[in-house]
């Protein structure tokens, strides 16, 4: 007996009864949205609430209604699920399990009056995962493919009043094998539904190809049906079909995204054209645009609201799109699917260079060893090419669109020259990229996901190694290392982080094989929630009660759900900064990193200050420099007057590169670059400290005693923490080698798994042991003591030495390692504390810092470009940086001083001698690392402050290499300095 026909949502084919793929664009013909509230019912199984939902005479009275577009998950019906890389269903291609949540929609709606007679399309722009689609009782057909358009010709069907459209939406489909990528499971009709009429012998689709060539452009829009093109501006006034060069236009560009405005007339309706010239080739192993290398510099977009999922309205993408503009990003991948169409029209306009990515992601299929995988099995050729087919006709008209890529992370297969030769013939004006084949054969760009810096600076020499299953020096390895190299994702922005950023940059920026690189990603995908307080908090994958799931990996953003800007942004936007300002040999020398501005739109400002104080300013004025090129200029009169010497303090210069004038995306002197040097020559090393002449210090009895006193400072004799200077109570300092986990010290895969090795050798819980406290006769306080974990002989001798030094109380500190910090008993684990230093308990009174150092925000060793050395004030909760996930942050490198303030407390100072790290927060690490949600960090009545030799960086191991060397603390013994002062 023959095997029964699939259902629809569990056929492997993409779709039935649709209209053929097209492009996406606006006109005057009449239009109608659908939008709004629908009747809907979700039932638990494929077949929703039985054969009778197309029915004109079923009573839904009694169902919930629902917004379109949205996900029913976030409308009150089921439950989101988040999985990385896992398929929340058995790996049994095509089928889907019997539990298979289907929403089932109705609406009933009435034409407007005067709609025309003739043609009427029915569109969906977007529902997961299959929809099969009936009108007033005919099924028209089903579509799969979830983040893109599909189409049904419902003329003859669609009636003038009382029409009823029935939608049935299975949460899985076959199609769910695709779309394994990374984010929420979010079910629904989540994008725009519209009844469009289209006029007999109308345009249904068109081509628009517009190159550019040495000042000229050459522009040809073919259709399917005669129609005039206009083009006002250029004089253009032609029939479809026609060749049209024009002597000379302005070229679109990310930098300058030059429309031109026209109009494609045919059977009575007007269709908006917008159109870029511009050429995109890859010659000499370079990718080239309007004949000139660009590097993108550019960020990995999911749709995401913390509200509202992938059902983002236009004010969201603008505001997206406006923060990328402003933050120097130039190009977002559209990972891992086509965008609403709304955000490409906006990239036309705003600037931005677009790698369009194809809805295809098979990463499940990692855990059956990559057997089955789609790409590979024939029975999936039409689902895939489908996928391309409908994005590539969709988007093909946009300038912004200069990269198509074929997918994400779906291995290798058959189906990839399938989709290469449909692309190639249909649109052969745009490269192709595909990262995951490692013989390349189907992209025109070499591609990688998260090299360190060394593989990523071999790569730029052209001299990496062949990936696995390449021979050295075959016909694939040859063409690869002649392609250019698009970092498609790096720099992974999970929690604290990501690290490195600008030395990812500087390797970028010195070879010409790299044509540029994307952050992954942009925002993170928390979804909004309510505690049983009614606190909004963000959920991740690991809220919600489901396996699998990728419990925090979908917080991996540099914007926090809310689309509040991180500080890895901040650093983002200033390693990518488009200008490079800096001071050589007495000028200053301006580099041009554009790729098609000169710097005629900026205006340049300087100043110069004195510890922080602002001793003089002006203009800058900068010569008109063309991209790629340098200038320099002498240094201001004012700024040489302040660097001759002879005063105490440091002295800065500070020059901002800002826009001139208003943008669409940013007001008149928004800050496009900045860079800062020291004029003066810094001063020596403080001498060794010594007793203030003439000072006589009161000591108390020796150890064991009560109390010990020096000067206004007074220590428990027994522990020797320093327990109150003149009227200020305080406790500390205690050594201090720990910091709550950050998601990049977790790491991903045992070499990157630094927090587990911490935790397993007991850097998390130190005990301290005073082993003497001494008077000797040089008028000094000696505090020596062990630090160490239980179980273990590794930790550090510490001696605390103070002294009065300029009125105030100096404290040195000496660290050195002891015991076996490689734990040969234990599997040879080598580890580094990831902090050295000092922690103090302050009365909780104090509110408010003043510092003079890098700031104002958080900065790292491995994170510090986008904090200027200056004199910065926050109070202590605006220091605090809310990750959804709570963990290590609020840290500032290179303080020279501090000082802490707060209602009836003396102001305590803090020098350092000559830099020290600090963190001032109202809870400890402890309670940091203890925390779930930012809510759950309570005042603890104290306010404990970190005065610290240093943190080890932050990296991006969270999903990256492991973090280099050199921005690990060193097992070996370490010395700091500094001295507080009462005012």
């Not at 020096?473 to 950023?501: I, K, Q, T, W």
Request: net charge negative.
């Amino acid at each position: 007996m023959a095997d029964s026909p699939l259902p629809f949502h569990e056929d492997p084919a993409p779709g039935s009864g649709r209209r053929p793929a097209r492009a996406e664009f606006v006109s005057d013909a009449p239009r109608l949205s659908l939008n709004g509230r629908w009747r809907f019912r979700l039932s638990g199984t494929a077949d929703g609430t039985g054969p009778s939902l197309p029915g004109p005479d079923l009573d839904d009275s009694g169902w919930d209604t629902i917004r379109v577009p949205a996900h029913w998950v976030l409308e009150g019906h089921d439950r989101p699920i988040y999985t990385n890389t896992a398929y929340p269903f058995p790996i049994d291609p095509p089928y889907l399990p019997d539990e298979n949540p289907t929403g089932d929609y109705r609406l009933r709606f009435d034409l407007p009056p005067g709609w025309p007679a003739g043609r009427s399309v029915l569109r969906f722009q977007g529902v997961d995962s299959c929809g099969t689609v009936w009108l007033n009782g005919e099924l028209l057909g089903h579509s799969k493919g979830s983040r893109l358009p599909f189409e049904f010709d419902v003329t003859g069907l669609v009636r003038p009043r009382d029409n009823q459209l029935a939608v049935r939406v299975q949460r899985w489909s076959s199609g769910s094998y695709l779309e394994d990528q990374d984010m929420w499971w979010l079910p629904g009709i989540f994008r725009d539904v519209e009844l469009l009429s289209r006029p007999e012998g109308g345009i249904d689709d068109f081509t628009v190809r517009a190159s550019y060539r040495d000042g000229a452009g050459t522009l040809l829009v073919t259709a399917d049906a005669p129609g005039h093109v206009e083009v006002p501006e250029l004089g253009v006034a032609a029939a479809t079909g026609e060749r049209v060069t024009i002597p000379r236009v302005e070229p679109w560009s990310a930098e300058n995204p030059r429309l031109y405005r026209g109009t494609l007339t045919a059977a009575g309706e007007t269709i908006e054209l917008a159109i870029g010239f511009r050429t995109v080739e890859i010659v000499g192993g370079r990718l080239l645009v309007n004949g000139a290398p660009v590097l993108f510099r550019g960020v990995n977009r999911h749709e995401h609201d913390p509200d509202r999922g992938r059902s983002l309205d236009r004010a969201t993408m603008i505001r997206d799109i406006e923060l990328m503009k402003r933050h120097n990003v130039n190009a977002v991948r559209t990972a891992h699917y086509p965008p609403h169409p709304e955000f490409l029209r906006l990239c036309d306009e705003y600037g931005l260079w677009v790698v369009d990515e194809c809805d295809i992601e098979t990463h499940g299929f990692i855990y059956a060893g990559w057997d089955g995988n789609p790409p590979a099995e024939p029975m999936w050729r039409e689902a895939l090419l489908d996928r391309a087919r409908r994005m590539v006709e969709r988007d093909k008209n946009h300038p912004s669109v200069v990269v198509w890529s074929l997918g994400n992370e779906s291995g290798a297969g058959s189906a990839f020259g399938d989709i290469e030769d449909y692309i190639r013939h249909r649109d052969p004006t745009r490269p192709l990229h595909y990262e995951r084949d490692p013989s390349y054969r189907h992209s025109d760009l070499h591609s990688l996901m998260y090299p360190s810096l060394d593989d990523l600076e071999r790569i730029g020499r052209r001299a990496e190694e062949p990936p696995e299953g390449i021979e050295p020096d075959s016909p694939d390895d040859v063409r690869r290392r002649g392609l250019p190299f698009l970092l498609c994702e790096y720099a992974h922005a999970m929690g604290n982080g990501p690290g490195s950023l600008a030395d990812y940059q500087a390797i970028l920026e010195s070879y010409e094989r790299f044509c540029g690189a994307f952050v992954w990603e942009w925002i993170d995908h928390g979804l909004a929630g309510r505690d049983a307080l009614g606190r909004r908090y963000y959920r991740h994958g690991g809220d919600i009660d489901h396996q699998p799931n990728g419990e925090r990996f979908c917080l991996d953003g540099l914007l926090f759900p809310d689309r509040t800007p991180s500080p890895g942004l901040a650093e983002l936007r200033k390693a990518i900064e488009p200008v490079r300002i800096a001071v050589e040999g007495g000028e200053v020398v301006v580099l041009n990193k554009y790729d098609f501005l000169s710097l005629a739109h900026l205006g340049f400002r300087w100043c110069v200050e004195r510890d922080g104080v602002r001793i003089a300013s002006g203009v800058l004025t900068v010569p008109d420099c063309p991209a790629r090129s340098a200038t320099r200029l002498p240094l201001p009169q004012a700024a040489t007057d302040a660097s001759g010497g002879g005063s105490d303090g440091e002295t800065w210069l500070t020059v901002e590169a800002v826009l001139a004038e208003v943008t669409g995306w940013a007001p008149a002197g928004h800050v496009i670059a900045c860079g800062q040097t020291r004029l003066d020559q810094p001063a020596p090393p403080p001498p060794t400290p010594v007793i203030e002449p003439g000072a006589t210090p009161a000591i108390g009895p020796e150890g064991g005693g009560e109390e010990l006193r020096l000067g206004p400072a007074v220590f428990d004799g027994r522990t020797g923490r320093l327990i109150r200077i003149g009227e200020l109570e305080l406790d500390g300092p205690v050594f201090d080698v720990w910091r709550a986990p950050t998601e990049n010290d977790r790491g991903q895969g045992p070499r990157n798994a630094l927090a587990a090795d911490w935790e397993a050798v007991g850097l998390d819980r130190f005990l301290h042991r005073c082993t003497a406290v001494e008077r000797p006769d040089d008028g000094t306080i000696v505090v020596r003591g062990r630090s160490g974990p239980a179980t273990r002989t590794l930790g550090f001798r510490t001696t605390f030495t103070y002294r009065l030094r300029g009125g105030g109380l100096h404290l040195l500190i000496e660290a050195d390692p002891v015991g076996d910090w490689h734990d040969t008993a234990y599997g040879h684990l080598d580890v580094n504390p990831p902090r050295m230093g000092a922690r103090f308990a302050l009365p909780g009174g104090y509110s408010e810092v003043t510092w003079f150092g890098r700031g104002p925000g958080e900065s790292y060793a491995d994170s510090r470009a986008a904090a200027r050395v200056g004199r910065h004030a926050r109070s202590i909760d605006a220091l605090q940086t809310p990750y959804v996930v709570p963990q290590e942050n609020g840290n500032h490198v290179e303080t020279r001083w501090l000082e802490l303030s707060g209602a009836g407390l003396p102001t305590l100072r803090v020098d350092g001698e000559p830099l020290l790290d600090f963190t001032a927060r109202r809870w400890t690490s402890e309670a940091l690392q203890a925390a779930r949600r930012p809510h759950d960090l309570t005042d603890s009545g104290r306010v404990w402050l970190n005065l610290d030799h240093g943190q080890q960086g932050i990296g991006s191991a969270s999903c990256g290499p492991a973090l280099p060397e050199r921005y690990r603390l060193a097992v070996r013994r370490y010395t700091w300095s500094l001295t507080l002062t009462l005012h």
